[in-house]
């Protein structure tokens, strides 16, 4: 079964540029989640989808967006580049039962996607 | 809001030693925590989860977590530490108000860099 699947694995940007990333879950999974992890901040989750909604969103600013396809695929965008966007950018899915019993739900994450903006 | 705390943002033991990570969550509701592992450039690997019922949690690789109620503690220990076992620890906890919204985030501790000295 393969896991959840992020590309670019590296990229490099400059300052206002922006950046699309990409993720695929495991086959099966509806959620998909993203988190920001940098040195200084640890994981910071950023934002949520279940079937193309978005469920949840994390404190960062409008240039931070997302969507998620009906395939279950996501995307992220930043726009307007900052250096301080430089990033491990996580994306993790899980299968989505609703409800109390969804609790247990374990996170499978990708390898990351490494932003670096110069 | 719930968080976690992790003690220690770095430990260093020796080979063949205990392992100790402690992780406190903050909340007045037993919540579903987590512990994740991260090697360099990779993503986090789920170690072990505890849901409900038995307090002491085996994982993979040899480690296991106790969950305290009393001392909102659930610290991760292992008996005997491997080279292989130097990584990134994290701890974390899904919300019980999100989890009856149905939602999948994880609040994540600052982590813990686990060194293992020959």
């Known amino acids: 079964k393969a896991g959840v699947t992020q590309t670019p694995r590296y990229l490099i940007k400059t300052r206002g540029q922006q950046v699309t990333l990409s993720c695929s879950p495991i086959?099966?999974?509806?959620?998909v989640s993203w988190y920001q992890q940098t040195p200084g901040q640890g994981l910071q989750f950023l934002f949520e989808?279940?079937?193309?909604?978005?469920?949840n969103k994390g404190n960062f600013p409008g240039r931070f967006s997302g969507r998620q396809f009906s395939n279950s695929r996501s995307e992220m965008n930043v726009s307007t580049l900052e250096l301080g966007d430089s990033a491990l950018y996580l994306c993790?899915?899980?299968?989505?039962?609703?409800?109390?019993?969804?609790?247990?739900?374990?996170?499978?994450f990708g390898a990351g996607s490494r932003l670096t903006v110069l | 809001a719930q968080s976690v705390t992790q003690l220690g943002s770095h430990v260093s033991v020796s080979e063949g030693a205990l392992v100790l990570l402690r992780c406190n969550y903050s909340?007045?509701?037993?919540?579903?925590l987590f512990w994740y592992v991260q090697y360099p450039n990779q993503g986090l690997q789920l170690l072990l989860k505890?849901?409900?019922?038995?307090?002491l949690v085996k994982g993979i690789n040899g480690f296991e977590a106790e969950f305290k109620k009393s001392e909102t503690s659930f610290h991760l220990t292992k008996p005997s530490a491997h080279m292989s076992d130097a990584a990134e620890y994290f701890c974390?906890?899904?919300?019980?108000?999100?989890?009856?919204?149905?939602?999948?985030?994880?609040?994540f501790g600052q982590g813990t860099r686990l060194t293992i000295n020959p």
């Open positions: 993790a899915s899980s299968p989505q039962r609703g409800g109390p019993s969804s609790g247990a739900n374990v996170l499978t």
């Open positions: 086959s099966g999974h509806r959620s």
């Open positions: 989808y279940f079937s193309e909604t978005q469920r």
């Open positions: 909340s007045s509701v037993p919540p579903y």
């Open positions: 505890y849901t409900t019922g038995a307090t």
């Open positions: 974390a906890v899904r919300s019980l108000g999100l989890i009856i919204q149905g939602a999948q985030k994880l609040v």
